[in-house]
């Protein structure tokens, strides 16, 4: 059982490059999102998901798509990566309604 | 607007000692806290969580204790270890119809000095 994995763990990107932030979770949790990490501002969620086929967005979801097509799989694309998109990700699973969400070791990502 | 609070950026304890972290929030619509503990270089773990309908819930050396009227509610650790230092944020989720979305505070990094 390997949890929520995060690949990769760390990327450089160059301003306007697009790139997909890849997680999975083996534990058929119904609930999955992702959160951003900045100094600072604690976590805050981009886009999350209820279910394969439903996706909504979070606090923060501008320049960021999400997509749902099994219930394992959440990717995060930047299709146009900004220096403002600078952050560690995290993305996070569980069962639906108020139960604890198990998070991925997070990916470092670095627009320049 | 920051719905979820923590004032204290950082908190030095001596091991053996309690360790008190707190964190205030402003939407009376959360219902559903948690505080979870971070490492450097990995993903944030769940600690403990206490529902609205309680003030207090206790997990062997942690307690979290939530006063609704205040809008307030603090970690304890009893005996505080070296292994707890590490950062600490508080969460808060609201209602069934926002499902899992959490709402971080921004962390306090706590230093358990031997």
């Known amino acids: 059982n390997a949890g929520v994995t995060q690949t990769p763990k760390f990327q450089v990107l160059k301003t306007g490059q697009s790139m997909t932030l890849q997680c999975a979770q083996d534990m058929n949790h119904e609930y999955m999102s992702w959160y951003r990490q900045d100094p600072g501002m604690g976590l805050r969620l981009i886009h999350y998901s209820v279910g394969a086929g439903i996706t909504d967005q979070g606090e923060v979801p501008n320049g960021y798509n999400v997509s749902r097509s099994t219930t394992e799989d959440f990717p995060l694309r930047l299709l146009s990566a900004a220096p403002s998109q600078t952050s560690v990700y995290f993305c996070a699973s569980s069962y639906l309604i108020k139960d604890t969400q198990y998070f991925g070791p997070g990916t470092r990502l670095t627009v320049l | 607007d920051q719905q979820v609070k923590q004032n204290s950026p950082s908190l030095s304890v001596q091991e053996g000692r309690i360790s008190i972290l707190n964190c205030d929030y402003t939407n009376s619509m959360f219902d559903y806290f948690l505080w979870y503990k971070k490492y450097p270089a990995e993903g944030p773990t769940f600690l403990i969580s206490i529902s609205s309908i309680k003030d207090k819930n206790e997990d062997g050396r942690f307690t979290v204790f939530l006063n609704k009227s205040a809008k307030h509610l603090s970690l304890h650790i009893v005996p505080s270890q070296p292994g707890d230092s590490a950062v600490y944020f508080c969460?808060?989720?609201?209602?069934?119809?926002?499902?899992?979305?959490?709402?971080f505070g921004t962390g306090t990094q706590l230093k358990v000095e031997l």
């Open positions: 969460a808060a989720s609201a209602g069934t119809g926002g499902g899992n979305k959490l709402t």
